[in-house]
T-cell receptor, first 113, second 117 residues
Framework: DTAVSQTPKYLVTQMGNDKSIKCEQN?????MYWYKQDSKKFLKIMFS???????INETVPNRFSPKSPDKAHLNLHINSLELGDSAVYFC????????????FGSGTRLTVV | AQKVTQAQTEISVVEKEDVTLDCVYE???????LFWYKQPPSGELVFLIR??????QNEISGRYSWNFQKSTSSFNFTITASQVVDSAVYFC??????????????FGKGITLSVRP
């Protein structure tokens, strides 16, 4: 029944590794997002897809690559992880953007050691 | 560009006190949406309210109330008779509401509210 689900919830990995975070929504929304929350709790948009098309790509290192196989899924792959990538990553979805609000996943806490 | 300013960073009150969390926004859009989210210590983002730019009516939901004033670009949030369970980080956010690049949510930096027994 979970509307927006992210896996894994926690991810601890070593520097230099490659990892993926998966996100799925069952709300029928057409737009999905990745947000990053840093250690100071600041939330910032990273990417957004609308019907599998990339529409927002903020200033994010090339090591981050989103992939949307269909409009219900948006995955985030991170290459060559660095200490500064440690953060909480939130997936969200929406239909007609702000008009009907956004639904967030519960977040993935990534710790790079 | 859209911007949300939450000038208060940390607020500490004693239980049963009223507290107001301030939010000021900037946007060039004529249609936009304002939000408040609560992030308790458990970490999830809890939706509290959405307000569109055409509707300046204030809203009350239990102990929570919101004051939207377009003239001052503010969307303030008041908790009446605060409780320990209100302790959390509160985010104000803004979106353009349309699809495309303007559909993203722009967040303020958040206000950490601590309610002491």
């Amino acid at each position: 029944d979970t509307a927006v689900s992210q896996t894994p919830k926690y991810l601890v990995t070593q520097m230099g590794n490659d990892k993926s975070i998966k996100c799925e929504q069952n709300l029928g929304h057409d737009t999905m997002y990745w947000y990053k929350q840093d250690s100071k709790k600041f939330l910032k948009i990273m990417f957004s897809y609308n019907n599998k098309e990339l529409i927002i790509n903020e200033t994010v290192p090339n090591r981050f690559s989103p992939k949307s196989p269909d409009k219900a899924h948006l995955n985030l792959h991170i290459n060559s992880l660095e200490l500064g990538d440690s953060a909480v990553y939130f997936c969200a979805s929406s239909h007609t953007a702000g008009a009907r609000g956004y639904t967030f996943g519960s977040g993935t806490r990534l710790t790079v050691v | 560009a859209q911007k949300v300013t939450q000038a208060q960073t940390e607020i500490s009150v004693v239980e049963k006190e009223d507290v107001t969390l301030d939010c000021v926004y900037e946007t060039r859009d004529t249609t936009y949406y304002l939000f408040w989210y609560k992030q308790p210590p458990s970490g999830e983002l809890v939706f509290l309210i959405r307000r569109n730019s055409f509707d300046e009516q204030n809203e009350i939901s239990g102990r929570y109330s919101w004051n939207f004033q377009k003239s001052t670009s503010s969307f303030n949030f008041t908790i009446t008779a605060s409780q320990v369970v209100d302790s959390a980080v509160y985010f104000c956010a803004l979106s353009g509401g349309s699809t495309g690049a303007n559909s993203k949510l722009t967040f303020g930096k958040g206000i950490t509210l601590s309610v002491r027994p």
